[in-house]
């Protein structure tokens, strides 16, 4: 299962933004619990030159820059070094990679470190990626000017797994793709605001009548918004018949959103 702590080492040229991202909020408060470390390795320290160049022009010509190798490499050997274990994966943030999932997640926080190579400019030496990198992984299909958000959006979504970062009010498991599903309709007080009223089965404190609303919800919600995660999808035949009977006598849908689930239900 996951990990009990993790360790994230950063190799950027932006230490800052990884730094002041890792001691906000919930991660903050994570690393100062000792459930995750996060050391940033600035790359250029690494730099082979008295002016701490790090890039240079791209061989056969082209636009902009290219991080050098050798720096790259020196800051990745540094970084699996600080790494007792010594067998940190290296992950590569790119476009080219497999593009990031809670799956993915789920699976990256079983490990015990975690090294993040973040590029700059037009990209790093391939001759650094072939000696360094064990992982490509991509956000989508889009282009940022550096890898340190996707490295923080990665180390996020990974941390929010290991136990104890979020607490009770804020815990993992029950939001979207949790159920193969996108997530249900939030509501808090003001039980009126502006005439728009909170949907009454939720103030009924029928809890099994909220699940059903909540799971027909999620079905509509994801029937609009992704219907391709619903490829495949099947109800357990109880629940689907408790769904079904409820939509049924309840007056918070309308009869085209009834007609919505039952198609959904029968696919
Ligand atoms: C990385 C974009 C991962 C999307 C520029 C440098 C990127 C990216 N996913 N763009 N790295």
Not at 68 to 89: I, Q, R, T
Not at 126 to 147: H, K, N, Q
């Amino acid at each position: 299962m996951y990990s009990s702590k993790i360790s994230f080492t950063v190799l950027t040229l932006f230490p800052d933004m990884i730094k002041n991202c890792m001691s906000t909020s919930i991660l903050g408060r994570a690393v100062e619990n000792g459930l995750i470390s996060c050391e940033v390795v600035d790359i250029r320290d690494f730099s082979e030159n008295k002016h701490n160049r790090v890039d240079d022009y791209p061989y056969g010509g082209g636009a902009g820059m290219v991080m050098e190798p050798g720096p790259v490499v020196s800051a990745c050997e540094h970084a699996k070094g600080l790494h007792p274990d010594k067998k940190a994966k290296v992950i590569y943030l790119s476009p080219i990679g497999r593009t990031f999932t809670q799956e993915i997640a789920k699976e990256l926080a079983a490990e015990e470190s975690l090294i993040f190579l973040c590029g700059h400019y037009e990209g790093i030496d391939e001759r650094a990626l072939e000696a360094e990198v064990d992982e490509y992984i991509s956000l989508g299909d889009f282009v940022l000017t550096g890898g340190e958000l996707p490295a923080l959006a990665v180390m996020d979504a990974v941390s929010r797994l290991i136990p104890g970062v979020l607490n009770n009010d804020e815990s993992a498991g029950e939001e979207s793709f949790e159920n193969g599903l996108l997530e249900y309709p939030q509501f808090t007080r003001p039980e009126d605001f502006k005439g728009v009223k909170v949907p009454e089965v939720l103030l009924s404190g029928h809890h099994a009548n909220i699940e059903l609303w909540r799971l027909a919800m999620s079905l509509l919600r994801t029937y609009e918004h992704r219907p391709d995660m619903l490829e495949g999808f099947k109800l357990e035949k109880l629940r689907r018949r408790a769904l079904l009977k409820y939509i049924k006598d309840s007056n918070l849908f309308s009869e085209d959103e009834k007609d919505l689930i039952r198609k959904i239900l029968d696919a």
